[in-house]
Structure formats: C-alpha cells, structure tokens
C-alpha cells in the first residue's frame, strides 16, 4: 500500500497536482493525518490547518465510535 506517511502524502499530492497553485486549504486531523497532510500541503504549496474531530459514541457503549463532529457543535 504505502511505504509510510510520507509516501501517501506524496502519492495524494500527485493525484492532486491539478490543484498546485490554487486557491486551495489542507485539511488534516489527528494521529497520522497531519503528517499525510502536512507533505501534500507542501507538495502543493498551499497552507495547511489541523481539525480536531470528537467521537460520536454509541449509547451504553461509548468506546464504539459511530461518527466524528468537529467544530462548535454540541450533539
């Protein structure tokens, strides 16, 4: 699949070359998509910002995650 990190960042920002220059924003989150988020950013030469999604649980099981919100949103 890929190599690490690094490698995937590389190979979206390849199939995202169109986009070098644009009017473009990189979104990455939390553990290993900030990395991957990071290197296409660069590749692209766009900025880059990091959004912090919070789990949605599932009712009496917590830990089961359904969903993710991110923002000033309250559910």
Not at 1 to 14: C, E, I, N, V, Y
Not at 34 to 60: F, M
Request: hydrophobic share 50%; charged share 20%; net charge negative.
């Amino acid at each position: 699949m890929f190599a690490d990190r690094r490698d995937a960042g590389l190979r979206l920002a390849s199939a995202l070359s169109d986009l070098a220059g644009s009017d473009v924003l990189v979104l990455a989150i939390p553990r290993g998509g900030v990395e991957v988020g990071a290197t296409v950013a660069d590749a692209l030469g766009a900025p880059l910002d990091v959004v912090i999604p919070r789990k949605i649980g599932a009712p009496g099981n917590p830990e089961l995650g359904l969903g993710a919100v991110a923002g000033p949103v309250e559910v």
